[in-house]
Each structure stands twice: as structure tokens, then as C-alpha cells.
């Protein structure tokens, strides 16, 4: 599974090298990853996950189910505009290459409309 979310995490920074992976030089699981983009909504990114068949969770696993953002990334001093967007995404035993390669099609999709967006273009 640490390869796969390794794998995940490279391509999510190939992408959009703005990307913050948090705990990244950390321990930790090797099967969940956080992560955001300034100035990305977590509820957007769900939403589009979700449209694409992949289920995400916004903020950390101790705050599911709330709108607001992480109080723990908040105490790490992780700027209001980059918790705002912080997106969990957690590998499953049955996880393979194939779904990881899907996850990243929809975060290209995702921030390619993203990258419109803020340069002022209708996605």
C-alpha cells in the first residue's frame, strides 16, 4: 500500500506541483493521504471525486461528517485558504494501480478546471 500512496502522491504534485501533502515527512500511515491546493474548496473537490466514482472525505478521519475545517491542521498553523481544501483519501487492500491511475485522471480533470477558474475562465 505504501507504494500505491506513494505513487498517488507523486502524481497529485505532477499535476499540480502547488500541491500540499501534509505529513508528508512524517511516519504515517501508508495507506491515507491529506492533502490540498490553496484557494481549492474541499467540497468541490468531493463533489468531483465523488462524480468520478472515487470516495473522498474532506479534513481528517476525527472530523468527518463537518463542513468546517480541521482544528488539527489548524493548530499546525496550515493557512485558513490551504485547510479550506484539505482532501483524505484513503487505500484499501483491494486498491491497485488502475484505481490510482483513475484517482489521478480525476484530479487532472479537477485541476485543470480549478486552473481555469482562477485565471478567470469559465470551466
Do not use: Y
Request: proline share 4%; charged share 20%; glycine share 8%.
Amino acid at each position: 500500500m505504501l507504494a500505491l500512496r506513494n505513487r498517488l502522491e507523486t502524481g497529485l504534485r505532477a499535476i499540480s506541483p502547488q500541491a500540499a501533502i501534509f505529513g508528508a515527512a512524517a511516519d504515517r500511515l501508508p495507506n491515507t493521504t491529506l492533502f490540498a491546493v490553496e484557494g481549492m474548496k474541499a467540497e468541490t473537490a468531493v463533489i468531483a471525486f465523488d462524480l468520478e466514482g472515487i470516495a473522498v472525505s474532506s479534513g481528517a478521519a476525527c472530523s468527518s461528517g463537518k463542513v468546517q475545517p480541521s482544528h488539527v491542521l489548524a493548530a499546525m498553523g496550515i493557512s485558513p485558504p490551504l485547510l479550506r481544501g484539505a482532501v483524505r483519501l484513503s487505500l484499501g487492500w483491494t486498491t491497485s494501480d488502475a484505481d490510482v491511475e483513475r484517482c489521478l485522471g480525476a484530479w487532472r480533470k479537477l485541476s485543470s478546471a480549478l486552473s481555469k477558474d482562477q485565471r478567470g475562465i469559465a470551466a
